[in-house]
């Protein structure tokens, strides 16, 4: 079963026209970044779907800002594992974009400029559906910023005075609709969408791999159990991200 699983995972991976990756945090669990529902993803006892809210953050924005200061630190410690890497070595080598990420970490990025080397990284560059949280923007107006420390008093935006906070897209706040239109594109277009360390649960995202399947196309789950897109998928691998991809990509 296991063998037939993978000799059809290859076979879809090499007669694919065109691929979409879909990753969530299960892809950075081996770089040493939390999942959201996975245990462990806990932080002074906040479930995340707790704080990653409009509501928390206007109810109590130190308990919020506090947590993401938390994350940053955390992520300046984490380097991209061998998952990010066969992602972005896959990508490069087609030469066509196609790597949708829910993650806000950047080491999809960093796993692309470090494969790229000299080349250009474009091709292995991700649409980031939920931001980045290594940039803060302002709750009221548009301007962005490079995230910074987190100080005594709450920071502020200069222009408009509301709360500076994450660039990131909490529960209830709508995702950029160019970026989502993109991804939705690069899944209806696709024979083959891969879908990497993910509950599938969070809305929009885990709609786009059965964009890729109402368009014909086929599934591969990659992860550790079964999710809410298992009975979706052609097939599915059990298994860490960072010993899967390569063993299905290089
Ligand atoms: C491994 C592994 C290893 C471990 N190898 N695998 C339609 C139906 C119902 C509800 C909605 C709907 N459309 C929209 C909604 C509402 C809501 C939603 O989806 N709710 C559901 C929970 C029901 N969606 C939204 O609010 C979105 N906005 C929106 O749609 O706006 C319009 C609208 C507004 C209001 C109402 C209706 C529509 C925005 C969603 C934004 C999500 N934001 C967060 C925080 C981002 C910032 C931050 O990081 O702080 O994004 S929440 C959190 O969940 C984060 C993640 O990107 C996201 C997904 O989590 P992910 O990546 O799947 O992580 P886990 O932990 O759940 O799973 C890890 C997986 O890895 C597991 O499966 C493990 O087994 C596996 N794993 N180790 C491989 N080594
Ligand atoms: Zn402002």
């Known amino acids: 079963m296991e063998q037939g699983q993978w000799r059809e995972a290859r076979r879809l ?6 691929v979409v990756a879909l990753t969530g945090a299960g892809i950075s669990a ?7 529902r996975d245990a462990g993803g806990l932080w002074r006892s906040y479930r995340p779907e707790e704080l990653a809210t409009p509501e928390a953050l206007i109810r109590d924005p130190r308990t919020v800002l506090e947590w993401y200061a938390w994350r940053r630190s955390r992520l300046s410690r984490c380097r991209p594992n061998a998952g990010h890497r066969a992602l972005a070595r896959f990508f490069l ?6 790597l949708v990420t829910q993650n806000v970490d950047g080491l999809h990025t960093h796993a692309a400029l470090e494969e790229a080397g000299d080349a250009p990284p474009d091709p292995a560059l991700p649409i980031e559906l939920h931001g980045a949280v290594g940039r803060d923007r302002c709750n009221g107006c548009e301007t962005r910023w490079p995230a910074e420390p987190l100080a005594d008093s709450l920071p502020r935006c200069a222009s408009c005075g509301d ?4 660039d990131v897209v909490l529960f209830g706040e709508t995702l950029d609709p160019e970026v989502l239109e993109r991804a939705r594109l690069l899944a209806e277009r696709a024979d083959l969408c891969l879908v990497v360390g993910t509950s599938a649960v969070v809305y929009p995202a885990a709609a786009l791999p059965l964009a890729t399947r109402e368009s ?3 599934i591969v789950e990659v992860n550790v159990r079964s999710t809410a897109l298992t ?3 052609t097939v599915a691998l059990r298994g860490e991200a960072g010993t899967v991809l390569p063993a299905l990509l290089d």
């Open 30 to 36: 081996e770089s040493g970044v939390p999942t959201f």
């Open 216 to 218: 014909g196309g086929h």
């Open 163 to 166: 709360l500076r906070r994450p």
């Open 231 to 233: 009975e979706a998928a």
């Open 93 to 98: 080598k087609r030469g066509e974009a196609g």
């Open 13 to 18: 991976v090499r007669e694919a026209r065109r």
